[in-house]
């Protein structure tokens, strides 16, 4: 992947994150995704790049599909790696976000034109850790087996004073 595709790319999920984070906090779950929607749209459209991307989840209203082309004209910024499908969520944790929680990301993934799967729209199950509980969680095991998984590699305990959050397993936030 060139430079210059990489760095039109993280501008995309940046202008995203800050529209989103304008919104945090006001319980506005909609207009917060719509705010990283429009923001990651506007980056991907003005960025020299060829090729689609569909930006989901999609929703009846929303426009999910962005064509892209080099507009402003000559070699797009992908040229050397062909014309591109990309795959969006301006915001995954947008209610978090609109209370104000923390861990709500914007996320793209880049491939050939013709290489993205075609997948479902279903949810999928997925979680995310930090650097230090990576390997350690299992998707199928209980969330308080995980939980205490992630305290045993981090050398805490679930719910102590030097974890981030103090909830237990098994209670609800």
């Known amino acids: 992947m060139r430079r210059t595709l990489a760095l039109e790319l993280v ?3 940046e202008s995203a994150a800050i529209a989103a984070a304008r919104r945090m906090g006001r319980g506005e779950e909609r207009a917060t995704f719509l705010a990283a929607a429009d923001a990651m749209r506007a980056a991907l459209e003005a960025a020299r790049l060829e090729g689609r991307c569909i930006i989901g989840p999609a929703e009846a209203d929303v426009p999910h599909e962005v064509a892209l082309g080099a507009a402003s004209g000559g070699d797009p910024a992908g040229a050397g790696d062909g014309r591109l499908d990309l795959t969006a969520i301006p915001l995954e944790g947008t209610g978090a976000c609109a209370a104000g929680d ?3 990301l914007s996320v793209l993934v880049a491939t050939r034109a013709g290489d993205t799967r075609r997948v479902p729209p279903v949810y999928m199950d997925k979680i995310a850790v930090g650097p230090g509980a990576v390997g ?6 209980p969330p308080a087996d995980n939980l205490a998984k992630i305290a045993r590699a981090l050398g805490t305990k679930v719910g102590s004073s030097r974890s981030r959050s103090s909830i237990a397993p098994g209670t609800a936030s």
């Open 102 to 104: 923390p861990n709500a």
């Open 136 to 141: 350690v969680v299992d998707i199928d095991a």
């Open 11 to 13: 501008h995309a999920t």
